[in-house]
């Protein structure tokens, strides 16, 4: 019988043993962060608000007529989500071999490690959403409407999406070492390929059209703006499209979990 079925019950029972562990660490990580710095969370809101104001400065240079109101929340919107699913996966990169000692000394499912960081990120990120809508609201205010209650299953469905690439990418550094170094690069290409603050209609352009089509953070960026800014519901291939891309993942990380969690003690 293998580390991922044991007597003791399922892998995700066993691993919901560890819940509070793994809140714990989340909690300890924020306040590692955070320790000993005089905004403290704050840092959460500045930091994508300043990005948002240089680029939209950029912008209002080289396109004058450009509505820069409109444009800034277009910007946070896509910065907001980038620095989710980027910081949760860039984090989680290196959990296992953070949690090493945990994993050392006690039969600890290794989920919980990456799952501690997508946390850690999903923390952060709430912060940083008090800023977008405090912007919201004194820069763009028509753009407040019945459909931010869609942020909740917003929220749900990047969380389905960025999890499991969270695990795959955590288990593959531990396999290949390598893997850290070109994830970075990978994040920078998918950064640019998606309209994370270009216009979104660059995409739509003969050469980018069908990686579009494909590409779940386009998907996602889409949806999240249909609601906030637009005004109107998201279009249900927005929604589906990173759901199907989720379940890939997780069918993908459950794969690599069975076959590397009996000997990741040793990887490490």
Known sequence: MTYILEDEGSYWERAWQFRHLCLNLVASDLRGRFRRTYLGGGWAILQPLVFTAIMVVVFAQLTPTTPWRE??????????????????????????????????????PAIIFPVRA???????NLLGLVGLLAWTLVIYPHALSVHWLFFPIYYAVVLYFATPVAVVCALLTIKFRDFQNMLVLLLQLLWFLSPVFMARFIFDAPGLRAFAAFNPINSLCDLLRAFFIYG????????????????LFWLLSWRLLQRSEPSLVFDL
């Open 71 to 108: 444009l800034s929340v277009y910007i946070y919107t896509g910065t907001t989500l980038w620095d989710l699913f980027s910081n949760g996966v860039l984090i989680s990169a290196t959990s296992l071999e953070s949690g090493g000692p945990y994993l050392r000394s006690a039969r600890i």
């Open 118 to 124: 997508m946390l850690h990120a999903v923390a952060v």
């Open 232 to 247: 109107s519901w998201p279009a249900l291939y927005d929604v589906l499209q990173p759901i199907a891309w989720g379940t």
